[in-house]
């Protein structure tokens, strides 16, 4: 970073004489090299650092502690909202009006007296205006904080977006925490019900966490890649411990770069080819995390305002908040300038807590009675220790009933050979139909693998009539069908032979004996038309 006289090079001698008696000195040289040197030297004296910070007033202090607290430098869109503009004006105005006796923002207040300089430098996004203070002048400033402090370190934020030690925001308060909500891994239960419907090719049913998200995770993971499920890292992931499974989910998430959660955000809609780096702003939530207190509670709304005030910028290093295209979904209006940080930024970190974080046990969340918003969290200290110990329950009719907590490799599979019926929160419904053990064998899955997990995840004994009913359809495939079918029935048989000679014929369908014949789907009405062309009216009977 630039130094003092590096930033004021190329500064006239007009301006360099408004520095000089900013800060109480007198200008000799007539020369702009000379007296930028002397100048420099008389400015960086520790005690004449200290006075003239002193006599800075409270808002400048801040606004220079702050400089400071960033390591030097920050975006200068971030800067000039913070703490005003400077205005650009050529030496005659400037010297006429003394506009440094009349400041019209505190970063005009310090420039003029070189604590704020501002200049392009190069970033990972390509060269962005920053302010910044002149090196070695932050430095004295930085060695002058620390003795004030007694000896508490100064705490400072790398320019590349580290994270200062005070928690950002305060304790949660008794009603703000009121009613908790413990971390699980239910995360890993809708996972195994997610595969199973890939697998099988049904539509995902309706899971604690959304099927977007358990996507995403399981293909960052490498367990699903496109929308293909892949079998060994299939059988992998489901045979690793609970335990295990979650920490591998967490740190594919952790180290993911293509897992954009602020496309994820309900309510936003994200358009265009812009480029946000998700990872870099989960690895700054951690930081911040890393600083709030353990096993305590915090409020999440003052959690969101701090991040607001201190790092309003957290994923836009620039302070770009007009190129990226990200609209309201209830009226489709764009959401540009800062003005909309609490519905974009705001909404993200929200999201980030109260979703991924919570579904993956990094923290806790709780709220007020009967209120469904999230006003606190805490760090989840605690590992989640769920053991698959639970046993299935099989029936007669061919229902299978799977608690949350059997092997997910054992629901897993079981699911592939059944229908599926609507679960309950920690249970899981299936039904074995021929329809379903057909598809089953499609993938190459035999009735004897089903009766063997179930044998070995069964809380009691197989009902035998079940377990023949399987082995006889694996022989003899589908020996029975209920039909729901139209049938007509007539008074003689002379009826049924005319009605066959007419031009409904082609509507009947197979005969059920001398009176009676099925008709084929659709024809009710056609026939019942040229039954009334014979000269015959018919009754219609439907069951209730």
């Given amino acids: 970073m630039p130094n003092l006289i590096q930033s004021l090079q ?13 800060w109480g000195m007198e200008l000799v040289p007539a020369e702009t090299d000379a007296a930028l040197k002397e100048l420099s030297a008389a400015i960086l004296d520790p005690d004449q650092v200290g006075e003239i910070v002193d006599s800075l007033s409270t808002e400048a202090q801040s606004a220079l502690e702050r400089l400071a607290e960033a390591g030097g430098k920050m975006p200068w869109a971030t800067f000039a909202r913070q703490f005003g503009e400077i205005r650009e004006t050529g030496p005659g105005r400037r010297d006429r009006e003394q506009l440094h006796l009349n400041p019209v923002s505190i970063a005009e207040t310090l420039f003029y ?24 002048l932050i430095e004295l400033i930085k060695h002058n904080k620390h003795k004030e402090s007694q000896g508490k370190p100064f705490k400072l934020v790398a320019s590349a977006g580290a994270i200062s030690s ?27 019900t ?61 180290e993911s770069e293509s897992l954009n959660e602020l496309r994820l955000v309900p309510g936003l809609v994200c358009e265009g080819e812009w480029i946000n780096q998700p990872r870099v702003t989960r690895e700054f939530l951690f930081h911040l995390l890393e600083a709030l207190p353990e096993g305590k509670w915090w409020s999440l709304p003052a959690f969101i305002r701090a991040i607001k005030d201190k790092y309003p910028d957290f994923q836009r290093p620039a302070g770009d908040y007009d190129s990226w295209f990200i609209k309201r979904l209830s009226d489709g209006a764009y959401l540009r300038g800062f003005a909309s940080w609490d519905e974009v930024e705001g909404a993200l970190v929200r999201y980030l807590i109260t979703g991924p974080m919570f579904w993956l046990g990094v923290v806790e969340l709780a709220k007020p009675e009967d209120n469904e918003f ?29 608690p949350r907590l059997v092997p997910r490799v054992a629901r897993y599979l079981i699911a592939r050979f059944c229908e599926w019926e609507l679960a309950k929160p920690d249970e899981y419904h299936y039904r074995v139909t021929t329809g379903s053990l057909k598809k089953a064998r499609e993938q190459g899955l ?40 139209t049938i007509l029935r007539v008074a003689r048989p002379e009826v049924l032979d005319e009605l066959r000679k007419s031009k409904a014929g082609r509507f009947l369908g197979e005969s059920l004996g001398p009176v009676t014949i099925i008709l084929k789907p659709g024809a009710q009405s056609k026939v019942l038309a040229a039954l009334a062309e014979l000269g015959l009216l018919a009754d219609e009977v439907h069951e209730e």
């Fill in 10 to 22: 190329g500064r006239d001698l007009g301006h360099l004489r408004i520095v000089a008696g900013l």
């Fill in 113 to 136: 007296r070189a604590f704020l300089a501002r200049a392009f430098f190069d970033t990972p996004n390509g060269a962005q205006e920053f302010a910044y203070g002149p090196e070695d």
């Fill in 194 to 254: 997610f595969l199973a419907a890939l697998r099988t090719g049904l539509e995902a049913p309706e899971m604690q966490v959304p099927a977007g998200m358990v996507s995403e995770l399981l293909k960052t993971a490498g367990i699903v890649v496109g929308d293909v499920a892949q079998p060994e890292q299939v059988k992998s992931f489901l045979e690793l411990s609970r335990l295990q499974a979650l920490a591998l989910l967490t740190k594919a998430w952790r």
């Fill in 166 to 192: 005070e928690p950002p925001g305060r304790l949660a308060n008794p009603k703000e925490r009121e009613q908790p909500i413990p971390a699980t891994d239910r995360l890993l239960d809708d996972a195994t």
């Fill in 446 to 485: 035999k009735v004897g693998q089903l009766l063997s997990l179930l044998a070995r995840n069964a809380a009691s004994e197989i009902p035998p009539a079940y377990v023949r009913a399987l082995k006889r359809w694996e022989l003899n495939g589908t020996e029975a069908r209920v039909e729901t079918q």
């Fill in 374 to 402: 999230v006003t606190s969290f805490r760090v989840n200290e605690k590992q989640i220790t769920s053991n698959e110990k639970a046993k299935l329950t099989v029936v007669s009719n061919g229902r299978i009933s799977i």
